[in-house]
C-alpha cells in the first residue's frame, strides 16, 4: 500500500517537474534566443584566437581544447541572469517559491537548470566540434573535449544558478553572476581540460580526470540548486 | 479550517510598515484590507503567504489537515503581477499552473468560459489587455484548488462587468467553505466580509 502511494507521489511529482522543464524549454525556444547569442559569442571567442596568437598551427592544436573549454565556460555565463529573472519580473518567481510545501523548491530549480542547460548551453556543446577545426584540432581531441564538455558544463549551470538566486532582485545583475560565479567553475574548467588532453597527449590519463569532471556534476547537481533554493526562499521581497 | 494573526507586524527594509494587526477567519469568511498608499497592504498579504518573514507576532493556518499544513501550501496568492508567460498562449500558461499546482474542479477551458475569456485561449498571452490579463490571472486562482485565496489589488483594470463576475466568483468561493484576503482600494462587491483598516495607528 505504502509502496504504491509512495509510487504514485513519485509519478505526480515526474510529472509536475515534466511540465516545469517543457514550459521552460518552450519559453526558451520563443521567446530567447538565447541559444543564438551563445553560440554567436563562443564563436566570436574562437575566431579571435588564432588572430591574436597567429598561424602556428601546432600551437593552436595544442592550445585548442584548453580554448574551447574558457570559450564554453564564458559563453555559459552569458544567459545566466535570465534564469530566475524573467520569473520574478512577471511574479511566476512568487508561486514557484510557494510551491515549496508540496514539491522542493531545489527540485524546481534543479529543473529549471536542466531546461535552461538544454536550451541554452547544449548548442553551445554541438557547436563544439565545428569550432574545434578553427583551432586546427585533430578529430579525436575534438570528440574528447566535446565529451568534456557534455559532461562538464551542466556544473557551470548549477554553480550559475546559485549566483543567479544571490544576484535575482538586482536590476543589471549580469556581470556581478559571471564575477560570482566564474571562480567558482575553476575546478570544473581544470578537470574538464585535463581530461580533453588526456585523450590524446599519451602518458596523460584520461579516465581518472574525466570521472572527477562526473562527480563535479553530480555533487553540484545537488549542492548548486539548493543553495539557490536558500537564496531564492529568503530572497523574495 | 482557520487563520489567525495576532499582533501580526510587518517591515519593509529594516522600516517597520505596521504592526499589531489581529484578525481570525473561518471557513467561508472574507477579509477586506483597505488603507492609503503605503500603508503595508502588500506587505501584509506577502507576510500571510510567507513570502515575507513575520517581523512580530504570528500568522498561522489552523485545521489545514494533511493536505494544507502550512499558509503557503493552502493559498492562492493573486499580486500585482499576473505570473504568466506572455511569450505562451493563455491555454499552456494556465495547464502549466494546474499541473505545478495541482488540479482542481474544472478544467483550463472552463475556466476561461467563467473568466469571460472564452475562445481567445489559443492567443499568446502578450496579446490581451491589461484587463483581459487580469481575468487570465483570475482564471489561474480557479483551475488548481486552495483554500485560502490572498488577491492584491485583484480587480485593478478588470471593467465594471468583469468586476461583478469576480465578486460573484468570490462569492462562490466562501460559499464553499473557502477564505479570502483581499488588499483593495475598491469595493470587492463581498458581502458579510470583515473590514481591516491599515495605516490609522501612525
Known amino acids: 500500500m505504502s509502496g504504491r502511494t509512495e509510487g504514485g507521489a513519485w509519478a505526480k511529482a515526474s510529472h509536475i517537474m515534466l511540465a516545469l522543464l517543457l514550459r521552460d524549454i518552450r519559453l526558451n525556444i520563443r521567446a530567447g534566443g538565447g541559444a543564438l547569442t551563445g553560440v554567436i559569442f563562443f564563436l566570436a571567442v574562437i575566431a579571435t584566437i588564432p588572430f591574436g596568437v597567429g598561424p602556428d598551427l601546432k600551437l593552436l592544436s595544442r592550445i585548442g581544447p584548453a580554448i574551447l573549454w574558457i570559450g564554453a565556460l564564458l559563453s555559459c555565463l552569458l544567459g545566466l541572469d535570465r534564469l530566475f529573472q524573467a520569473d520574478r519580473e512577471d511574479g511566476s518567481l512568487d508561486l514557484l517559491v510557494l510551491g515549496n510545501d508540496r514539491h522542493m523548491l531545489a527540485l524546481t530549480v534543479l529543473v529549471k537548470c536542466l531546461a535552461h542547460w538544454a536550451g541554452s548551453v547544449l548548442p553551445l556543446v554541438i557547436a563544439a566540434p565545428l569550432l574545434g577545426l578553427f583551432m586546427n584540432m585533430e578529430p579525436l581531441s575534438i570528440g574528447a573535449t566535446a565529451l568534456t564538455l557534455l559532461v562538464g558544463t551542466p556544473a557551470i549551470t548549477f554553480i550559475g544558478a546559485a549566483g543567479a538566486a544571490v544576484a535575482v532582485a538586482l536590476p543589471r545583475g549580469g556581470l556581478l553572476i559571471s564575477v560570482l560565479v566564474l571562480p567558482l567553475t575553476i575546478p570544473v574548467l581544470i578537470f574538464g581540460v585535463s581530461a580533453s588532453y588526456g585523450a590524446t597527449a599519451n602518458p596523460d590519463p584520461f579516465l581518472q580526470p574525466f570521472l572527477i569532471l562526473a562527480a563535479l556534476t553530480l555533487f553540484l547537481s545537488v549542492l548548486g540548486p539548493v543553495s539557490a533554493a536558500l537564496a531564492l526562499r529568503h530572497g523574495t521581497d | ?202
Open chain 2, 1 to 202: 479550517m482557520r487563520l489567525i494573526a495576532e499582533n501580526l507586524g510587518g517591515e519593509r527594509g529594516g522600516e517597520t510598515v505596521f504592526s499589531g494587526i489581529g484578525f481570525a477567519l473561518d471557513r467561508g469568511q472574507a477579509l477586506v484590507v483597505t488603507g492609503p498608499n503605503g500603508s503595508g497592504k502588500s506587505t501584509l498579504l506577502r507576510i500571510i503567504a510567507s513570502l515575507l518573514p513575520v517581523a512580530e507576532g504570528s500568522v498561522l493556518l489552523e485545521g489545514g489537515g494533511e493536505a494544507f499544513p502550512s499558509i503557503a501550501s493552502a493559498c492562492h496568492y493573486l499580486g500585482h503581477q499576473n505570473a504568466m508567460k506572455t511569450a505562451l498562449s493563455v491555454v499552456e500558461n494556465l495547464r502549466f499552473w494546474r499541473d505545478f499546482n495541482g488540479g482542481g474542479e474544472i478544467g483550463v477551458e472552463e475556466a476561461l468560459e467563467t473568466v469571460g475569456l472564452g475562445g481567445i485561449g489559443h492567443l499568446p498571452f502578450g496579446y490581451l489587455s491589461t484587463g483581459q490579463r487580469r481575468r487570465a490571472a483570475i482564471a489561474k486562482l480557479l483551475v488548481s484548488h486552495r483554500p485560502l485565496w490572498l488577491l492584491d489589488e485583484p480587480t485593478a483594470g478588470l471593467d465594471s462587468a468583469s468586476e461583478a463576475r469576480f465578486a460573484g466568483l468570490m462569492g462562490r468561493h466562501c460559499a464553499a467553505g473557502g477564505m479570502i484576503v483581499a488588499a483593495t482600494h475598491l469595493p470587492l462587491g463581498l458581502e458579510g466580509a470583515q473590514a481591516l483598516v491599515m495605516g490609522q495607528a501612525f
